[in-house]
């Protein structure tokens, strides 16, 4: 046994589970197992798994929702940890609003409005955590996470624990600074403003609309696959090389939004991948503009 997981157990910083299958934790619910999966149950215990893993120079991947990766079919050779209702957490201070790493966004978006704060609705339809969301400075309806984070709590991979100030964070479309400097969000701070509890609601339940008319949510995907490419949009020019309905494998181009991939039942990580390629030789040759995915690829190719 390595002596990593001993150390892990002798400090009893987490649960340790062997070879759990990570499809289920994801929203595509695709993927093989982790070798190692560890759910520390609070955040002191967090903190003393990354210490040891650090100690050990053991890499790890953090899973939030799974709502933007896809996890090959090897899965992953090393440490997953998995976060989960020890940072799930959420209190207000004033037109602060606290939100433990873990916390859904579509959640917060709903009580930040109860609230009576405005700010987050263009969160209501996106199923990551806020962890995930800082993470991938995850945007909607011309809003995104950097326009209203003030801080964040992360756990950086020494074991130490920072405080990065939004400024801090390096965002842009869909990119934060956690993508070059690996850390564990551990609470995000919103600035909010005083909004009206019924406008809030009512533009919360028109995205909602919106997104069920044009997105197959009741469908495993993993929202969009590939990022915009400046000036247009990747579901448009999919659409125009007329690929909706294409298909490789349990892996289909949804006939209702052309950026969406669906696991229509038994697909693969490599279904998923191959029609990813096709996607981009096709809008290459067609359009001249080479697609870059905006979803995760995560474990062994
Ligand atoms: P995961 O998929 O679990 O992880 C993504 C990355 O974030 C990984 O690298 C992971 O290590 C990292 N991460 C997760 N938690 C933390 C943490 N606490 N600290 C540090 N890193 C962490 N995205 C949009 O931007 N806009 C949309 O409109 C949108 N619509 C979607 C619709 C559907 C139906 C689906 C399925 C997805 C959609 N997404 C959208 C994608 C996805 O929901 C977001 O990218 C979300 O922010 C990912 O959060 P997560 O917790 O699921 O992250």
Redesign the pocket.
């Known amino acids: 046994m390595h002596a990593y997981i001993s150390d892990l157990q002798a400090a009893n910083a987490c649960e340790i589970r062997f070879q759990e299958k990570l499809a289920p934790y994801t ?1 595509w619910k695709i993927g093989g197992p982790a070798d190692v999966f560890l759910i520390p149950e609070n955040k002191e215990k967090l903190v003393e798994t990354l210490r040891i893993l650090h100690q050990h120079q053991v890499p790890w ?9 896809l996890v090959s079919d090897k899965g992953v050779r090393g440490v997953v940890i998995k ?1 989960g209702k020890m ?1 799930d957490t959420l209190h207000f201070e004033d037109t602060l609003v606290y939100a433990g ?2 916390y859904s ?1 579509i959640k917060l978006s709903v009580m930040t409005g109860k609230e009576g704060l405005t700010g987050l609705e263009f969160a209501g ?5 806020v ?6 400075n ?3 309806h011309s809003s995104d996470v950097s326009r209203i984070l003030k801080q964040a709590e992360v756990l950086m991979s020494t074991g130490e624990v920072k405080i990065l100030q939004g400024s801090d964070l390096e965002f842009a479309y ?1 990119h934060s600074r ?1 993508q070059r400097e690996p ?3 551990l609470e995000a701070v919103f600035q909010l403003e005083p909004g009206d509890r019924k406008e809030i609601a009512a533009a919360l339940a028109a995205n909602k609309d919106r997104r069920l008319r044009t ?1 197959p ?1 009741s469908a495993a ?4 696959v590939f990022r915009n490419p400046v000036g247009t949009f990747a579901a448009k020019l999919i659409e125009e090389a007329g690929l909706k309905g294409l298909r490789v494998g349990g892996a289909e181009v949804s006939s209702l939004h052309a950026n969406f991939i669906v696991n229509t039942g038994d697909a693969t990580a490599e279904d998923v991948l191959t029609l990813i390629a096709r996607i981009q030789d096709m809008i290459l040759t067609q359009k001249g503009i080479k697609l870059v995915p905006e979803v ?1 690829m995560v474990g062994e190719q």
């Not at 939030?64 to 990766?69: D, E, L, P, R, V």
């Not at 962890?131 to 991938?136: D, E, K, N, S």
């Not at 995907?221 to 969009?224: K, L, Q, R, T």
């Open positions: 929203t991947m953090v899973i939030g929702k799974g709502s933007n990766m976060l940072l790493g873990a966004l339809g996106i199923p990551g955590s962890g995930g969301a800082v993470y991938m995850a945007g909607a869909r956690l850390g564990i969000v997105q949510l995907c993993a929202g969009s995760l």
